[in-house]
């Protein structure tokens, strides 16, 4: 198998991390990043990990697309409030062989992402992870840090595990990344929402982060509802989620370091926040099934109204 060359589209938290695992294990990654290049172009990405700091003091890092190299697979972790320059970008710097990872939250983007790619070159990549960028070039983490992987189908349908997800995997192995293969990415989509949306929402309208969210009895019941409806919409767009998978994102969620999302972190910060990925498009695609998701739906509409407001204040 030959030896893949990586790009990361976004050097944020997410996109840092990985991104410097990668590296570090040897493997070619090439950063796209934009208000902190100049400082990881001098000093590089330093990374405090709960699992050893370590620094990458020599990155091949950029603030324009049009002078990296094409790469075999293109990790795309920008906010999905940023999707907007990605047809460009990756026209830029995907071989035409090449892979794109959906690194991002909510549904929806491998389907676009696809459109202008083959859709057999799209894959979803679930991070679970706690993890900040704390400064210019300066990553946290805090906890966790596994992945899962799932090939996009044009239809929808569970792809099974590709070869394309075990080589890619491998590489992610090899960088000490944990990865879970899944068979179906919608499934895992939805999965991934079942702790999303509660959690990212709570800590935006209630102002809390997941310690204070899940250890009053009255957010705990409203995330644990939150999830239930999640999982409606699941079954009704044919994931079915099984029954426990609640009480286990609770017990998940008690057992992490109180870490406040980055949804919250994007409200506090005057930006966009990604709400119509991890809100918008689960309500619509539930309502559309015939799910009824009314807590999810006035979350959404909170968040909105939050969003405009914020920002529309920032800039005035």
Not at 134 to 155: E, L, Y
Not at 246 to 269: A, C, G, H, K, W
């Amino acid at each position: 198998m030959a030896v893949k060359t990586y790009a990361i589209v976004g050097t944020g938290a997410v996109g840092g991390y990985y991104g410097a695992k990668l590296a570090r294990c040897g493997l070619d990654v090439h950063f796209l990043a934009r208000g902190d290049y100049r400082h990881i172009r001098d000093h590089g990405l330093a990374i405090e990990s709960k699992d050893g700091d370590f620094l990458l003091p020599h990155v091949n890092v950029y603030d324009d697309a049009d002078r990296m190299p094409a790469c075999d697979v293109v990790a795309v972790a920008l906010k999905t409030t940023a999707n907007g320059i990605l047809p460009s970008i990756l026209q830029k710097i995907l071989k035409k062989d090449g892979v794109v990872l959906v690194m991002q939250n909510g549904l929806g983007w491998e389907e676009r992402i696809a459109k202008t790619v083959s859709p057999r070159a799209v894959l979803g990549v679930l991070c679970f992870i706690c993890v900040s960028k704390i400064g210019p070039g300066r990553i946290r983490h805090q906890d966790f840090g596994h992945v899962t992987m799932a090939q996009h189908t044009s239809d929808g349908s569970a792809s099974g595990i590709t070869s394309q997800i075990r080589e890619i995997a491998g590489d992610f192995t090899k960088a000490g990344i944990s990865v879970q293969m899944s068979p179906d990415l919608g499934t895992a989509r939805w999965k991934k929402l079942v702790w999303n949306v509660p959690y990212s929402g709570l800590s935006v309208v209630l102002s809390a982060a997941t310690d204070a969210i899940n250890k009053n009895p009255d957010s705990r019941a409203l995330a644990a509802a939150l999830m239930e409806e999640v999982g409606e919409g699941a079954r009704a767009c044919g994931h079915p989620i099984e029954q426990s998978f609640v009480n286990q994102m609770l017990e998940y969620t008690d057992r992490m370091i109180p870490y406040v999302p980055s949804m919250r972190l994007d409200f506090d910060n005057r930006r966009h926040m990604e709400v119509e990925s991890i809100f918008g498009e689960p309500v619509r695609a539930a309502q559309k099934a015939g799910a009824k998701v009314p807590l999810m739906e006035m979350l959404y509409r909170e968040l909105k109204f939050l969003d405009e407001e914020k920002v529309t204040v920032s800039k005035s």
